[in-house]
C-alpha cells in the first residue's frame, strides 16, 4: 500500500514515487542517504534491509519518534493548534531535550511555514493554498496526524541514521545486492535561493557524482539536468518527467525532473 508522508516537504518526490517506484531494480537493501521526507520508500514495496539517513538531526529525530513513540507524537500534534504563537514558538526554540517535543516543534514548523523545510525563513501560514475550495488549515493538520500511525508501522524495522550522506554512499554502496536512491539537494546553479539546512556546493556535486560512477551498488538519482550532470551520467538511462517547484502561498513554476538510472554493467 502506498503511503504518503506526514509532512510536506521541500523537493518532496510525492507525486513522482510511483513513477519513480518502477524503476527500482531488484535489491536486497534500499538505502535512502538524503531521507527528506521519504516519499519513495513510503510508496514501495519492503526490502529484505532498509536504511534512511539525515543529516539534518531535526529530520532524524522525527523519523524516529515517529517509528518508536507514535502514539505520543500523534496525541501532542492533535493537540497543537494552528496559531501564529505556536509556530514562531517553535521556530525560536526549535529543539528540545525531549526527542517528542522535538519532533513536535519540528512538524509544527513543517506543517505551518511556507518554507516547508526545518530551517527557517518563511513565514506563518494562514491557509493551505488561497483557492476559495481550499480545506482550512486544522483540518488538513488532522489529515497529516491522520498518517502517523501507517507511516510508523511502515518504518518498523528500518535503520536510521544521522550522518554525512557521502560516507554513508561508500560505506553501503560496496555491495552490488543495494540499491541507493539518491534526492540530494538541488545544483545550485539550477535553483534560485537555498532553504536547506545542509546544503550542497557545485564541488559537493561532483564528489557525489565520482563516488556513485565508481561503486558496485545500484544507483538511482534524482535532479534537474546540467552539464555537470550530462557528462558524468552520459551513459546511465535518464527519464524526464514534467514537475513544479514552489512554497507554500507562493506560484507554482514548471520544472522538468529528471531520474538517472545506473546501468547494471557499470
Not at 511556507?114 to 475550495?133: F, I, L, N, S
Amino acid at each position: 500500500m502506498r503511503l504518503k508522508p506526514p509532512f510536506p516537504y521541500l523537493g518532496s518526490k510525492s507525486r513522482l514515487a510511483p513513477k519513480i517506484i518502477d524503476l527500482l531494480p531488484d535489491h536486497t537493501h534500499y538505502v535512502e542517504p538524503y531521507a527528506g521526507s521519504l516519499s519513495v520508500l513510503l510508496a514501495k514495496p519492503r526490502s529484505v534491509a532498509e536504511t534512511i539517513n539525515d543529516r539534518d538531526g531535526s529530520i532524524a529525530n522525527l523519523w524516529r519518534v515517529i517509528r518508536d513513540h507514535p502514539a505520543e507524537l500523534e496525541q501532542a500534534m492533535r493537540l497543537t493548534p494552528h496559531s501564529h504563537e505556536e509556530y514562531y514558538a517553535a521556530v525560536a526554540e526549535p529543539k528540545s531535550d525531549d526527542p517528542v517535543e522535538w519532533a513536535r516543534r519540528t512538524l509544527t514548523k513543517l506543517w505551518q511555514g511556507t518554507t516547508r523545510t526545518t530551517q527557517h525563513g518563511g513565514m506563518w501560514a494562514k491557509y493551505v493554498t488561497y483557492q476559495p475550495r481550499s480545506i482550512s488549515f486544522p483540518e488538513q493538520m488532522a489529515r497529516m496526524a491522520d498518517r502517523i500511525q501507517p507511516v510508523a508501522d511502515r518504518l518498523s524495522g528500518v535503520s536510521i541514521d544521522q550522518r554525512d550522506a557521502l560516507k554513508m554512499i561508500q560505506k553501503y554502496g560496496r555491495a552490488k545486492s543495494t540499491l541507493l536512491y539518491l534526492d540530494p539537494p538541488y545544483l545550485p546553479r539550477t535553483r534560485s535561493g537555498s532553504s536547506y539546512p545542509y546544503d550542497m556546493t557545485e564541488e559537493d556535486h561532483e564528489n557525489l557524482l565520482d563516488v556513485i560512477t565508481g561503486i558496485p551498488a545500484k544507483v538511482i538519482l534524482s535532479g534537474y539536468r546540467s552539464s555537470l550532470y550530462d557528462a558524468a551520467l552520459e551513459d546511465w538511462e535518464r527519464h524526464e518527467y514534467p514537475a513544479f517547484a514552489g512554497g507554500r502561498g507562493t506560484p507554482m513554476a514548471k520544472r522538468t525532473e529528471t531520474v538517472w538510472v545506473k546501468p547494471c554493467h557499470s
